[in-house]
């Protein structure tokens, strides 16, 4: 088996609790993932199967959307509902202070991650820190939001959420959003709800619950739900004939055309993934390659 499942994650199992899924329905232990979700967080996971993990970096690598609640007037130590989470004596702004301030997180800017995140320094990891009460002073990175959408304000008689569809570069951590809205609102808030819709060209509305792949697995039928990985590398393809296609897949460098440059998906002439290359100075030369008898 080689390619990708578009698996539908559900809110509580982690990233790795669906890896594990897939191992046992294939067969397989070669199965891992393009982008972790968190246990409280849904949506699109995409799972890639046998030599289709060799692509994990360039699948994880693309612009990503998100449906998100945030929850005002309170803050988390997790800055997602996990908590502990202890209430702000703040009153929370109006709709239209709320929508301007969501303008602020539009772009590129420096982003802090979550204390309890899976960022590492000098050998520790953020979350395993902050469990420990020794939380890591983590450095703000660059990070892009391409586009916030408000989708509503929900005041009730106790917290006020703010409903909002996000796209996004990855590394972009919906958590450290909702904190620094919260912050900048000075009521404070954290991440109440997290939904993937679309990842590595993949959409949520397309996913496969874990319940629907044990069906088909019981039904001899999990090869529906691999993907072809070929179509989903978010690469300019260059195609090769099959002399150069076996010069390729055995490492060696060739001549290419001039365009296009950098990182290739490379194809034969029927269509099938060779693996991935780039191109730099009229020369392609092998990064990634298939096994021989794979095809995608």
Request: hydrophobic share 40%; with cysteine.
């Amino acid at each position: 088996m080689l390619g990708v499942v578009n698996l539908d994650k559900p809110v509580g199992p982690t990233s790795h609790d669906m890896v594990g899924l897939l191992r046992r329905l294939t067969g397989t232990r070669r199965i891992g993932h393009a982008g972790t979700l968190d246990p409280l967080a849904s949506g699109v996971l995409p799972i890639l199967v046998g030599a289709a993990t060799r692509f994990s970096e360039e699948l994880t690598g693309g612009r990503k959307r998100y449906e998100a609640v945030i929850r005002l007037g309170a803050r988390s130590a997790t800055d997602d509902a996990e908590g502990p989470i202890t209430a702000v004596e703040a009153p929370v702004p109006d709709d239209a202070t709320i929508a301007t301030a969501l303008e602020a997180f539009v772009g590129s800017f420096e982003q802090r991650p979550p204390a309890f995140s899976a960022r590492k320094q000098a050998g520790r990891t953020a979350y395993r820190a902050a469990r420990a009460g020794d939380p890591l002073e983590l450095p703000s990175r660059t990070v892009t939001v391409d586009a916030i959408e408000l989708l509503g304000i929900d005041r009730g008689d106790g917290p006020t959420d703010v409903r909002i569809d996000l796209r996004c570069a990855p590394g972009t951590y919906i958590r450290s959003i909702a904190r620094d809205l919260g912050d900048l609102l000075g009521c404070g808030g954290h991440l109440a709800a997290l939904r993937r819709t679309e990842a590595a060209g993949l959409r949520a509305d397309d996913g496969l619950t874990p319940g629907q792949l044990e069906a088909l697995a019981a039904d001899g039928r999990l090869g529906d739900a691999i993907l072809p990985v070929v179509d989903l590398l978010p690469l300019p393809a260059v195609t090769l004939a099959p002399d150069a296609a076996w010069r390729f897949v055995h490492g060696t460098e060739q001549a290419a055309s001039a365009e296009p440059w950098g990182a290739v998906k490379v194809i034969d002439d029927s269509g099938v993934l060779l693996g991935v290359g780039s191109v730099t100075d009229g020369v392609l030369r092998p990064e990634k390659v298939l096994p021989g008898d794979a095809a995608a």
